[in-house]
């Protein structure tokens, strides 16, 4: 006769057993580097088109990296690797791969991009170059609250003094109202949709009109939190979600110029620039490299780290890429935002740039401690 609750209790037996070989063959790894960062264990062998890659490049590259005392730190001795033949053997022998996965178990993350302006300017304002870019001001307050708690290592209060109190900075609108003199003023670039794009990218160069050129970087910001004016204007249901792009935002702003200040103004987050003898350079310190250069959010993702992903936009192909810069609206352990250079095709590509991504960090092996 058939016994209906052995047979349930097999099939759980069953279950389980799978369930558990699961969880014992793909082991959720904490390091220590990586405090915030749920990894799990995998093989170079399983990522087909890790094969693909330009080693040579990757290899000189890392040697870059490992400028920094953060790379340094996270790689050790690898770093002071010299030129070897089988570049790709260095990193399959030398490294461990896992996957960076959310403590929601989501595996699949958000890429987008971002490239280096170029704007037009002059050192001396006029009708036409009216809109400053300014370095960082004077009165503007900045308080590592690592200094005092460690734990609090990637924290920073950004303020002013007022009656001997620290209070919040001046917003971007307070900021333009109060017209300052408080900050210098690198140049005057002849667009003010132009000079925002250019604090959401971070850096850029700016063509002066007395035909030389200058690369501004990101010096500081004001404290504010930052807000994506692309995600208020679906709000206010004037572009399609579909439809949102940098493109799209910046031609309904140009068609719209009474709306300017009040969109733009929507993002209290402001950025102060310095002059950079370099182009593009990330929180790293590092001149970014097309393609190769990501932005991470470092609460979850070290500077300097060495990462590999995997997308299906079809201008991207699956490839290592190193963390060596952050953003403001890069936020947790699947966010990534890839620089991609400085031409009219990398303007393109990144103000359209939004695909699933798949995210791994590779580690040294003999610092493994599982």
């Not at 990757?58 to 690898?78: E, S």
């Not at 250019?198 to 004001?222: F, P, R």
């Not at 910046?250 to 950079?276: C, H």
Request: contains cysteine; proline residues 4%; glycine residues 6%.
């Amino acid at each position: 006769m058939f016994d209906i609750i052995s047979f349930m209790k097999y099939i759980f037996i069953v279950l389980s057993l799978l369930l558990l070989s699961g969880c014992f063959s793909s082991p959720q790894v904490k390091r220590e580097e990586l405090p915030n960062t749920t990894l799990v264990k995998n093989d170079f062998a399983a990522l087909l088109s890790f094969n693909n890659e330009n080693f040579d490049e990757v290899f000189a590259l890392f040697q870059k990296n490992c400028q920094t005392q953060k790379a340094q730190k996270l790689y050790g001795d690898l770093c002071n690797t010299g030129n070897i033949k089988n570049k790709r053997e260095f990193f399959t022998k030398n490294f461990d791969l896992y996957k960076i996965v959310a403590k929601k178990k989501e595996t699949t993350g958000l890429l987008t991009g971002y490239y280096e302006p170029l704007l037009h300017g002059s050192l001396k304002k006029s009708k036409i170059y009216k809109y400053p870019i300014y370095a960082t001001p004077k009165d503007l307050v900045v308080v590592d609250l690592g200094a005092i708690y460690p734990e609090l290592k990637h924290y920073r209060l950004r303020g002013k003094l007022q009656d001997n109190k620290l209070v919040p900075y001046f917003t971007r609108a307070e900021f333009e109202k109060n017209a300052l003199t408080s900050a210098e003023v690198l140049c005057y670039c002849d667009s003010k949709i132009e000079r925002f794009f250019l604090e959401v990218q971070g850096s850029g160069k700016v063509q002066l009109d007395n035909n030389t050129t200058i690369n501004v970087g990101y010096s500081n910001q004001n404290g504010h939190k930052y807000s994506s004016i692309g995600k208020y204007l679906i709000q206010k249901g004037v572009i399609a979600k579909e439809d949102i792009s940098l493109q799209s935002i910046k031609r309904w702003l140009e068609e719209n110029p009474s709306q300017v200040d009040n969109i733009l103004n929507y993002n209290k987050s402001m950025v102060f620039f310095e002059q950079k003898d370099q182009g593009a350079t990330g929180s790293l310190g590092l001149e970014l490299t097309p393609k190769r250069s990501v932005a991470v959010d470092r609460k979850y993702i070290p500077l300097g780290s060495v990462l590999y992903m995997d997308t299906d936009h079809k201008d991207i192909d699956p490839h290592i890429v190193f963390a060596q810069d952050t953003g403001g609206a890069i936020k947790g352990p699947l966010r990534v935002d890839l620089f991609l250079g400085s031409s009219q095709k990398a303007q393109e590509i990144a103000g359209r740039l939004k695909e699933k991504v798949d995210l791994w960090i590779l580690l040294p092996k003999k610092r493994i401690d599982e």
